[in-house]
């Protein structure tokens, strides 16, 4: 009986310690040696990984066009690039990008996703 009722305050401590709160999702540990180039750098890996399967096309089925530097920069500005290929890791849907890649793209991000 004894054990029995050691067992109650245990119990209820670890059922107490859980919590469905969500902690920020980690972020990778970057590295930015040099200025990532829009072109041929960032252009490149949205042509191979982006359009090619008529997602982020002119008319396509994606959510913005990709094709342009304007329509790649408005993904940058409201954050939407870098949540969805950096933190998140969902685009492309097809697969995700290549480690080396999702670093160029996060750091060109945060050098200021310019037109370089």
Not at 38 to 50: A, G, Q, R
Not at 70 to 96: E, F, T, Y
Request: charged share 15%.
């Amino acid at each position: 009986m004894k054990k029995a009722l050691l067992f109650i305050p245990i119990a209820l401590l670890f059922i107490t310690s859980c919590t469905f709160e969500k902690g920020e999702l980690p972020v990778a540990q970057f590295k930015c040696d040099s200025t990532v180039h829009y072109h041929p750098t960032i252009d490149s890996i949205m042509v191979h990984s982006c359009t090619t399967a008529g997602c982020h096309i002119h008319g396509g089925t994606g959510n913005g066009d990709f094709t342009t530097y304007i329509g790649l920069k408005a993904k940058v500005d409201n954050g939407s690039l870098m949540n969805r290929v950096v933190v998140l890791k969902n685009m492309p849907s097809s697969a995700p990008l290549s480690d080396a890649d999702i670093n160029k793209l996060h750091c060109w991000i945060i050098q200021g996703g310019l037109n370089n």
